[in-house]
């Protein structure tokens, strides 16, 4: 059952506290990527990854921090730098970095109290 | 700057009629426009592309209109059902950067009985 995972669906923190959100695919897929979606706005780019062990920032990269070290992993760091983090997270991937149409994971909704 | 605008945030439609949502642009460079459909806390998903050397793709009760001199784009739904309630995204991209999609900021359709 391929597809791409985020865990947890809810999570919450401190203000000030770093905190990691996962993303898994078993698609094989090379190129995979973090947005952010805000109330009332579309999805805006954090990171992304055309490959393992490379990636480039997106629209707003600022206070975020990202690792491809493995194929189907793409963890997310959202550090105390970011000034808002309380968003709803996005994961997504693409068969290659020349591949269009993107797949997304079911999004983790971070709140930072 | 906005590059991709969906100026309607929402949109009532019955049963059967049809749904017109609409997409602009102002990058000219854009080349590939792509729907996707959003439930709540979930993830998009990928619904319908188009090529700008073409003006007109469908998919069963989707099809999509291209107006590159308008800088337009429209998804039309035929007949409209009550599971086509959801948030419509819009995005873009150009030749050589498939991977950075620019997202507009959505439509919410809702479809009454």
């Known amino acids: 059952d391929g597809g791409i995972t985020q865990s947890p669906k809810y999570l919450f923190r401190k203000e000030g506290q770093n905190v990691t959100l996962s993303c898994e695919q078993n698609?094989?897929?090379?190129?995979m990527y973090w947005y952010r979606q805000d109330p009332g706005q579309g999805l805006r780019l954090i990171y992304y990854?055309?490959?393992?062990?490379?990636?480039q920032k997106g629209d707003i990269a600022e206070g975020y921090s990202v690792s491809r070290e493995k194929k189907e992993s793409f963890p997310l760091t959202v550090t105390s730098a970011q000034k808002n983090p309380t968003a709803f997270y996005l994961c997504?991937?693409?068969?290659?970095?020349?591949?269009?149409?993107?797949?997304f994971g079911p999004g983790t909704r971070l709140t930072v109290l | 700057d906005q590059q991709v605008k969906q100026n309607s945030p929402s949109l009532s439609v019955q049963e059967g009629r049809i749904s017109i949502l609409n997409c602009d642009y102002t990058?000219?460079?854009?080349?590939?426009f792509l729907w996707y459909k959003k439930y709540p806390a979930e993830g998009p998903t990928f619904l319908i592309s188009?090529?700008?050397?073409?003006d007109k793709n469908e998919d069963g009760r989707f099809t999509v209109f291209l107006n590159k001199s308008a800088k337009h784009l429209s998804l039309h739904i035929v007949p409209s059902q009550p599971g086509d309630s959801a948030v419509y995204f819009c995005?873009?991209?150009?030749?050589?950067?498939?991977?950075?999609?620019?997202f507009g900021t959505g439509t919410r359709l809702q479809v009454t009985l």
């Open positions: 997504a991937s693409s068969i290659t970095r020349h591949s269009v149409e993107q797949f």
């Open positions: 698609l094989n897929h090379d190129a």
């Open positions: 990854s055309q490959i393992v062990n490379d990636f």
């Open positions: 990058n000219s460079m854009f080349d590939y």
């Open positions: 188009i090529s700008s050397i073409k």
């Open positions: 995005a873009a991209t150009r030749g050589g950067t498939a991977s950075k999609l620019t």
